[in-house]
């Protein structure tokens, strides 16, 4: 089981019926895979969704981000 | 069924729903202050299917013994709920007494509809689902807790095996029973405390220091 005892960011994406777009509905942090699913099923129950997916935040690839708006130099 | 058997199982039944009930109110009581908002909103939310596994139960119970159901108004447990989660006074051993309960109640479940499947399909099919996501929960937070700092890896090492010592008798219990043997409700060959104890040592593993 991949465990952090910090956490991982996750994005859940659902689809309400067959047919319809698969959405973005939310993002929470969890310690594993196996506590995401328990949260996504438990706090998102809202719907009757026909279709669940989660994607861990660090899986993402990123194309393109924005520029960090108060960025100076040596400042972070 | 003779009586005895009647009564075994009347037992049992209310054995289980009596824990429901108490996991459902100290998810409330005890998830609403979790250490994080996930946890709390997944609590609250467990909460209440826990307190509807506790009335399907009681209901359950009440048509083994020929009464009529009707609407169960569940104001109080009948007394058979494991002291370990009726004291639970922390996020700790809120966690510690809903991993070993879920797991002590999944397993007799299991064996419940392995043989008497036909007859209760319907009825509990939702809530065996539920169960297994309820002990995801509570031994994910648990292996998280052992893994933390200071007294809590202790503290939950001690409260896993003080539920364990609770729900280890029932299970034993429930095992050896011949009326619930007879009346098909356990196997012979049920082997219900090796599996229990398999699930502890998932969580506790080499931490496990004091068997019952």
């Known amino acids: 089981m991949s465990y952090s005892s910090e956490g ?39 719907e009757d969704w026909v279709e669940m997916h989660l994607v861990k935040n660090s899986d993402l ?16 | 069924m003779n009586e005895q058997q009647i009564n ?25 202050s979790g250490p994080n908002l996930e946890a709390s909103l997944a609590s609250i939310s467990m909460a ?21 159901a009707g609407k169960v108004d569940v104001k109080e447990q009948t007394g058979k709920a494991f002291n370990q989660i009726v004291n639970a006074s922390n996020w700790v051993e809120l966690l510690a007494g809903l991993y070993v309960n879920n797991v002590a109640i999944n397993l007799v479940m299991e064996e419940l509809m392995k043989n008497k499947g036909e007859e209760l399909n319907a009825q509990f099919a939702k809530m065996s689902n539920e169960l297994t996501e309820h002990v995801m929960y509570a031994k994910n937070w648990c292996l998280q807790l052992l893994e933390d700092q200071g007294s809590i890896p202790r503290r939950t090492r001690v409260d896993l095996e003080k ?16 009326p619930l043997i007879e009346a098909g409700v356990v196997s012979e060959s049920s082997k219900l405390s090796s599996a229990f104890a398999s699930a502890m040592n998932e969580v506790l593993g080499e931490r496990y220091v004091s068997h019952v």
């Open chain 2, 163 to 178: 539920a364990y010592h609770h729900a280890g008798e029932w299970i034993r219990q429930v095992e050896g029973s011949q």
């Open chain 1, 61 to 76: 690839i990123p194309v393109r981000v924005p520029e960090g708006l108060f960025e100076k130099e040596g400042v972070k």
């Open chain 2, 48 to 68: 209440q299917g826990d307190l509807g596994h506790a009335r399907l139960l009681y209901r359950w119970s009440f048509e083994v013994q020929g009464k009529r």
């Open chain 1, 8 to 46: 991982n960011d996750y994005f859940l994406f659902t689809r309400i019926k067959r047919g319809d777009d698969l959405v973005q509905v939310g993002s929470f942090r969890a310690g594993s895979d196996e506590l995401a699913k328990v949260y996504a099923q438990r706090i998102y129950d809202e």
């Open chain 2, 8 to 32: 075994a199982l009347v037992e049992l039944a209310e054995t289980i729903a009596d824990n429901k009930f108490i996991m459902g109110e100290q998810l409330v009581e005890l998830g609403v």
